[in-house]
């Protein structure tokens, strides 16, 4: 079946620092690939997706970039903020899944000033 | 526009107990989704509803029951609530096959004693 497997948290990082948190995925064919945040107290917004391998998806200076290869869609950026402390899910849909959502089992990130 | 809504926020129940969680969505959308949190395992999908009047079974359907009277609401009921069900539920709403963003709510924490 399919399947994703994320870093476990918490991880804690100072302020300006690189983030990298990674996601591996077992799906057959080629799925799309999602990031979403929840953060405290609400419900989850998508961060960033990319459809086809290779693609790379970005909003508000994350990153993440479809690889086949590896079979991964690791969220990177390149210096945190207070106010990106929430908890990451990475999630796939499976090309014959409809439009339901498969997801990681989160990762919470704190960021300190 | 308010989105995705749930009701209640929280809610403590007795084993054996039932109770109702509404969701609700003013975007139009046509399939709505109800899933539960639970530490360390992600979101995992019980039922979705790909229009007004259908309802399908997702991946951990046992012990609850939904209905989709309305293409705006929901509902997702638990007949005889058990300490299993202690989670946090998240209901979503897309547009339909056409995009995949899901939208979520706020959430609402049930604990079962």
């Known amino acids: 079946g399919n399947s994703v497997t994320q870093m476990e948290g918490p991880v804690t990082l100072s302020e300006e620092a690189f983030l990298t948190i990674n996601c591996t995925y077992t799906a057959t064919g080629y799925p799309s690939l999602f990031w979403y945040v929840q953060y405290p107290g609400e419900g989850l917004q998508l961060l960033l997706k990319?459809?086809?391998?290779?693609d790379k998806g970005s909003n508000k200076g994350f990153e993440a970039t479809y690889r086949k290869e590896t079979t991964s869609f690791h969220l990177e950026k390149g210096s945190v903020q207070v106010s990106d402390s929430a908890v990451y899910f990475c999630a796939l849909r499976a090309l014959n899944a409809g439009n339901m959502l498969t997801f990681g089992g989160g990762t919470r990130l704190m960021v300190k000033p | 526009n308010a989105g995705v809504t749930q009701t209640p926020k929280f809610r403590v129940l007795k084993t054996g107990q039932s109770m109702t969680l509404l969701c609700a969505q003013d975007?139009?959308?046509?399939?709505m989704y109800w899933y539960r949190q639970d530490p360390g395992m992600g979101l995992r999908l019980i039922h979705y509803?790909?229009?007004?009047?259908?309802?399908a079974k997702g991946e951990v359907p046992d012990g609850y029951n939904v209905s989709r009277l309305k293409k705006q609401n929901f509902l997702l009921g638990l007949e005889s609530a058990a300490p299993s069900q202690t989670s946090v539920y998240f209901c979503?709403?897309?547009?339909?096959?056409?995009?995949?963003?899901?939208?979520f709510g706020p959430g609402t924490r049930l604990t079962v004693t």
């Open positions: 979503a709403s897309s547009l339909g096959d056409t995009t995949y963003e899901q939208y």
């Open positions: 975007m139009n959308h046509e399939y």
């Open positions: 509803s790909v229009g007004e009047g259908t309802t």
């Open positions: 990319a459809t086809k391998a290779d």
